[in-house]
């Protein structure tokens, strides 16, 4: 008798209400106000705006942040004050306490709705002031969290210079090369430069904290892959210069429209790559910069083999376990094919937003490693409908739920163990040495329950109440 092999299962899509939890894109102005050194955010709402980013950045509104809200009130909104005047007044008080060399407008749900034309403004209060002003609309109309980065991102990818700057400068610029070289000798540079392939000059784009950037050029350096800028670099005025023809990476999964603004408008070509997530997605992420660059990479799979070796005591803990995720940062399918790829079983993969185009490495990548791992492959659902998967996560019942703030606990007291997502967006999880990290952060529910076991209280909620989570 003839056995049928079954075909292996495509990636199915679907989409739902988009009624989902996740932060504000406006929350970028964080993480972003202390990569980029000389900045500040001006975040232009309203005092919902403010009481979210005032209560989600917990303990850093204490350390004099460089941003601020421009409230609006009544006048502003019925257009009794004007605006232009009002900016003004606000942005000679920024550089007049902090003097930054960039002030960067958030536009908001309000401001879009009001239609306060913001790109309209900007450029001639940026002459009238001396300082580049740059506009990015991250509202929660249009996105979502990790959004907020992409949008400001895909703004300052207009303000990148076309042309290298005078020596003089050329030195402050180049942070990175200068960063990497630190402590040697000229010659010993100049044998190091000549170490590098002769390939097309290449800028990586996507905000990271700056050891992790230090620690990708490495990784990219030892291939003979030298990284001429980084899209944001530590300080507004070392953004690196951009020409048409030059490639481009992103390091994230959410940056499409960065991605976008770096081709159509500044001409470069995209490396669409899987993301340096989870070793099997740096080494992934370095090959295919590797092969556009036509340089052969070496050492790639006894690395990736050490690192897995060193994993295999949390490995032990998630192998043969279900996942859930229920989305709201964007990073859901790189982390769903590195959990599938440490022996997990993803259920689903929430996201707010599926960009087939710039994920499409990420997503074959994720279907590929199902396929070896003998794995189920997992519905990716675009907007979620939070109340519709909690239905199904009652069903299924899974070992791990990737969620927000406000069903962690509920979820914890029914007995079904929970992640924070946001931890994800804020701990180092790129690269090799960082896969430990993402481990770390995912193993956590799982060991504490370790630690509980046999206290007999796992199921917090009255059980009449249990129906209605
Ligand atoms: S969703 Fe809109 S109103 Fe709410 S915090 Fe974000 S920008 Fe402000």
Avoid at 14 to 35: D, M, R
Avoid at 237 to 252: A, D, Q
Avoid at 457 to 462: F, I, K, M, T
Wanted: aromatic fraction near 8%; charge should be negative; glycine fraction near 6%.
């Amino acid at each position: 008798m003839a056995t049928v092999t079954p075909e292996p299962q495509a990636l199915s899509f679907e989409c739902e209400t988009g009624n989902y939890h996740t932060f504000c894109p406006i929350s970028c102005v964080a993480w972003l106000y202390q990569k980029i050194e000389d900045s500040f955010f001006l975040v232009i709402g309203t005092k919902t705006c403010g009481y979210f980013l005032q209560n989600a950045m917990g303990v850093m509104i204490f350390a004099e942040p460089r941003y601020a809200m421009a409230e609006l009130e009544e006048g502003d909104i019925s257009a009794k004050l004007n605006d232009y005047e009002e900016l003004k007044r606000l942005c000679l008080q920024i550089k007049r306490d902090r003097n930054p060399s960039v002030i960067v407008w958030i536009g908001t749900c309000t401001t879009e709705i009001i239609k306060m034309d913001l790109e309209g403004l900007s450029p001639r209060l940026e002459e009238e002031i001396g300082i580049p002003i740059v506009v990015a609309r991250a509202n929660g109309l249009d996105y979502a969290f990790t959004q907020g980065e992409d949008t400001v991102l895909a703004a300052m990818a207009a303000r990148c210079p076309n042309e290298a700057p005078e020596e003089a400068e050329k030195k402050e610029r180049n942070a990175i090369a200068s960063l990497l070289n630190f402590g040697k000798k000229k010659e010993e540079v100049e044998a190091e430069e000549s170490a590098y392939a002769d390939h097309p000059p290449l800028v990586m784009f996507g905000s990271l904290p700056d050891p992790v950037v230090t620690n990708l050029s490495l990784e990219l350096k030892k291939q003979g892959i030298k990284v001429s800028g980084w899209l944001p670099a530590k300080r507004y005025t070392e953004l690196p210069v951009i020409k048409e023809g030059y490639y481009t990476c992103g390091v994230n999964p959410f940056l499409s429209r960065t991605a976008t603004t770096l081709m159509r408008r500044r001409k470069t070509k995209l490396i669409g790559a899987p993301f340096p997530i989870g070793p099997d997605g740096t080494r992934a992420w370095i090959e295919k910069i590797c092969s556009v660059m036509g340089v052969e990479p070496k050492g790639l799979a006894e690395r990736e083999a050490q690192i897995w070796e060193s994993l295999e005591d949390y490995l032990q803990l998630v192998r043969g376990k279900s996942v859930f995720l229920m989305g709201d940062n964007l990073l859901e399918v790189s982390l769903a094919r590195f959990l599938v790829r440490c022996g997990m079983i993803v259920n689903e993969i929430g996201i707010p937003y599926m960009d087939k185009r710039y994920q499409a490495a990420e997503l074959k990548f994720l279907e590929k490693t199902c396929h070896e791992m003998g794995a189920p492959v997992p519905t990716i659902v675009e907007k979620p409908d939070n109340y519709n998967q909690i239905e199904r996560i009652k069903e299924i019942q899974p070992d791990l739920v990737i969620t927000g703030m406000a069903h962690a606990n509920p979820l914890e007291a029914r007995g079904i163990s929970t992640k924070w997502s946001v931890e994800f967006t804020f701990a180092q999880i790129h690269g090799f040495s960082n896969a430990r990290d993402i481990l770390e952060l995912v193993t956590r529910p799982l060991r504490r329950n370790n630690s509980l076991n046999g206290l007999g209280w796992e199921n917090l909620v009255r059980e009449g109440a249990k129906h209605n989570i």
